[in-house]
């Protein structure tokens, strides 16, 4: 088939390519110049290892404009306004970009992820005034970046059309490029729900790791063995950890629209709601871990070197979206703290060139990201330096080999 894959970013890139080593003829549009320049030169704007493979032996061509094709996939950025609103311009102006092509017959297919009822309140109306007959469906994408055995290859899939038709179509067109179970659903909007049940499943989880994590730090039990403890059942209970905080294009985000659409059809999300303000403060909990663990050594806020480690909001990735650590540095700066970034991933952001030079400046380690870096340290490191406080707000370290060099340790829940 000839594919238009719109939107070229973390969602687009690997399927148009994916797409691509499976025989399609894919066009990739993208609005970044930069991103053009980069695909077009057979080259990636994207550090995966599944990106790499897929590159050495498929090429896709990028161009800023849609053209003629017998299915575009949209899968262009859906985030939130300031005042944590859904924002669908770009579903909007790329749905519109397709409506000025659109032919009978030919399908659209919408990866972005958006509430229930996007597809049938906003991009069908679009496509309704082209008096074309089209197909639509919904398939939210799932990849995880990072991810070195899952990618858009072989995750299975959900798809639900605006008919039977519609659902039949993109179930093929999914087939023919995914080895992995593609699933129809009977609606449009219950594939749309799928994937915010996935991503509040998540952010519910995390909030309530994170709320226990108060409580039993209170009590002096180490959370991260009590997780680990009950991670030992085989059925029922699924680990999720607490942190700094919730980052990421997905889970940070996705619960607002669900809690908007809610609103809408008068419906008031309050576990959805209270699951986003315990994790949105939990930046503010990680500063006053400092300030208190600073005070226990007796050392000033103001005047003791902090050195946060990891800007993106997961191990292992560049993606700093709605990361956590930049509300943590914030609210550190904003009680003039005197601070040291350092992120191997983000090296423009950061202040020093390595961890070496890192340790060497930090009085104070604050973890925000569990990069493999940090996770694969030599403790001595920290002891041939002069740090004397690790707080890890990842749970990623080796609580025992820290304290016995003699450095006080806390963490998420855990000290
Ligand atoms: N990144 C993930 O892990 C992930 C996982 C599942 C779902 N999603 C969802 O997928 C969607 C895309 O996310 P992403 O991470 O790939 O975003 P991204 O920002 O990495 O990429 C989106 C790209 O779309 C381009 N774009 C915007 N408007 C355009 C237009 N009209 N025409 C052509 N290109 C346009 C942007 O320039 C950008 O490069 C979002 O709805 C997101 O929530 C992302």
Redesign the pocket.
């Known amino acids: 088939m000839n594919i238009s894959v ?8 690997p399927l148009a390519l994916q797409a691509a080593s499976k025989g399609h003829n894919v066009v990739g ?4 110049l930069g ?1 053009i320049y980069t695909v077009n030169k057979g080259e990636t704007h994207l550090d995966e290892e599944f990106i790499h493979d897929l590159l050495s032996n498929t090429k896709i061509q990028a161009q ?1 404009k ?1 053209e003629n094709s017998d299915a575009y996939i949209i ?4 985030p939130v306004t300031k005042t944590k609103l859904p924002d669908l311009g ?2 909007k ?2 749905t519109e ?1 397709v409506a000025e092509i659109i032919q009978d017959n030919q399908l659209v297919v919408i ?4 509430y229930p009822g996007v597809c049938e309140e906003i991009v069908k109306p679009i496509l309704d005034k082209t008096g074309k007959k089209y197909l639509l469906a919904h398939c ?6 990072g991810d070195k055995k899952w990618n858009v290859g072989n995750i299975p899939r959900v798809v639900g059309g605006l008919d039977n038709e519609s659902t039949e179509k993109a179930k093929r067109l999914y087939e023919s490029i995914i080895d992995a179970e593609i699933v129809g659903v009977s609606q449009i909007k219950a594939a749309e729900a799928t ?1 915010i049940l996935e991503n509040t499943f998540r952010d519910v989880n995390i909030a309530f790791v994170n709320e226990m994590a108060q409580s039993f730090y209170r009590m002096g039990i180490d959370f991260a063995e009590v997780i680990k403890g009950s991670s030992t059942k085989p059925f029922g209970f699924m680990a999720h950890y607490p942190g700094v905080g919730v980052g ?3 889970i940070a ?2 619960p607002y629209y669900m809690i908007e659409k809610g609103k809408a059809s008068g419906f008031d999300h309050e576990f959805l709601t209270l699951a986003r303000k315990i994790n949105s403060n939990m930046p503010i909990y990680t500063v006053k871990l400092i300030q208190n663990e600073l005070n226990e050594l007796e050392l000033p806020i103001k005047g003791t070197k902090i050195g946060i480690y990891g800007l993106s909001y997961k191990p292992d990735v560049a ?1 700093e ?1 709605e990361s956590p650590s930049y509300n943590v540095i914030k609210r550190l700066r904003n009680r003039s703290a005197d601070l040291v970034i350092y992120d191997p991933y983000m090296k423009n952001e950061s202040d020093v060139e390595g961890l070496n030079e890192f340790f060497k400046e930090a009085e104070c380690i604050v973890v925000c990201t569990a990069h493999s870096e940090i996770k694969n340290i030599d403790y001595d490191i920290l002891k041939k330096n002069n740090v004397k406080l690790v707080v890890d707000g990842r749970n990623c370290l080796n609580k025992e080999e820290i304290n016995k060099l003699g450095i006080r340790y806390v963490g998420v829940g855990r000290k």
């Open positions: 719109i939107g070229l970013g973390y969602v687009g890139f549009v993208e609005k970044n991103i800023d849609v899968c262009v950025p859906t770009l579903v102006k790329a970009e990866e972005s992820t958006i939210p994408e799932r990849i995880n970046p994937k990421g294009h997905c985000v996705d993606d979206r």
